[in-house]
């Protein structure tokens, strides 16, 4: 700057933004150059050094100050190496996921958002009947006939949240370890559920009991066909059930019924083969032999005599309109899930 000024150039009209007053300009704080042999020679700021890091990151972790979460849906591989000796030697693997709990997230925010709550534990002791219910009137909700459990009642509505999640694998697809087939998303749902389950639970900020619903908005549609356990592709791709051929006719949309989750089951279900759904025969319904076809479509009742399999295989793709398994969370043995509001939408 002061060879340019020396040469009679204006340089105040350069870069106005980054000047905190006429004379001054805002300092860039930098890191280090590297010096060369050559006092006056200098390359761009030195990198912070990998191991550096890596320490300062461990001794972040050890001392809490970070908190990364908790090791999930384990997985093993083999791998190869060559020791020194030269001897090929194989081991196992095993590599985690990462997810940092719900529960942990709701106290987070009860600790975050804990002092913008309208109503503490303590406002509702010297409530009146009156005010009980013009606030239950102002919510529209209909007061329950006993007087204690109504107050239990306003409480519980007035400090429950809605906790939105925008559920599409991609945090599960985007790592290396994990691959985007059905089996690798449904080795995670016994961790989501867990999650879902300590939802029953209320957290606490100060003596008060928080409430929380998980919204879930399961993203594009390949992410509500794993969800619904609906076929990838083929001729009934969507979710709706509506054939490939017929969805764009308008008249066929406004005939068909979209099935419900619980129809799902029903349909998946009056059959015989999907009792061999298991974690590693997760499409039990697919390329099936003409032996296997005739059992499944005579237990579904529908007559199989002198019909060839290429017949059979496109009759029950018609019955189960592209259903494929249970649905992601029903697919566990786990039955006590508050799930009662628990759909996916179609298309
Ligand atoms: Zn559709």
């Not at 329950?144 to 009642?153: G, H």
């Not at 999650?195 to 029953?200: T, V």
Request: hydrophobic share 30%; net charge positive.
């Amino acid at each position: 700057m002061e060879a340019a000024k020396s040469l009679g150039i204006d340089v105040s009209k350069f870069k106005t933004e980054n000047r905190i007053s006429g004379r001054d300009y805002a300092q860039r704080i930098r890191r280090a150059r590297h010096k060369l042999m050559y006092e006056k020679v200098s390359i761009p700021p030195a990198s912070q050094p990998t191991r550096k890091l890596h320490t300062e990151i461990r001794r972040r972790l050890n001392n809490q100050e970070i908190y990364v979460g908790e090791l999930i849906a384990p997985k093993t591989y083999r791998r190869n190496h060559i020791t020194s000796s030269g001897v090929l030697e194989e081991t196992e693997v095993t590599v985690h996921g990462r997810k940092i709990p719900l529960e942990h997230i709701r106290r987070q925010m009860n600790v975050d958002q804990g002092l913008l709550f309208r109503w503490r534990k303590d406002d509702y002791e010297n409530l009146d009947e009156e005010t009980i219910l013009k606030r239950f009137s102002k919510l529209k909700i209909t007061v329950p006939s006993e007087p204690m459990s109504a107050l239990d009642e306003l409480m519980k509505v007035e400090h429950t949240r809605n906790l939105k999640v925008w559920h599409d694998h991609s945090d599960i697809l985007n790592h290396s370890y994990s691959k985007a087939t059905d089996v690798d998303q449904l080795s995670y749902t016994s961790t989501r559920l867990e999650d879902i389950n300590s939802l029953h639970q209320p957290t606490y900020f100060k003596g008060t009991s928080i409430y929380d619903v998980l919204r879930v908005f399961s993203g594009d549609g390949p992410a509500r066909q794993f969800e619904a356990g609906h076929q990838r592709g083929g001729h009934y791709s969507c979710l709706c059930g509506i054939s490939v051929k017929e969805h764009q006719n308008l008249e066929c949309a406004l005939r068909f019924n979209p099935r419900t989750l619980s129809e799902r089951m029903k349909i998946l279900k009056s059959g015989v083969l999907w009792k061999e759904y298991s974690e590693r025969n997760i499409n039990p319904l697919c390329n099936l032999k003409k032996e296997a076809l005739t059992d499944e479509l005579e237990a579904r009742g529908v007559d199989t005599y002198g019909k060839s399999a290429a017949e059979m295989k496109e009759k029950l793709v018609e019955i189960l309109h592209g259903i494929q398994r249970p649905p992601a969370l029903l697919s566990s043995d786990i039955h006590s899930l508050s799930l009662s509001r628990y759909e996916i939408p179609p298309c």
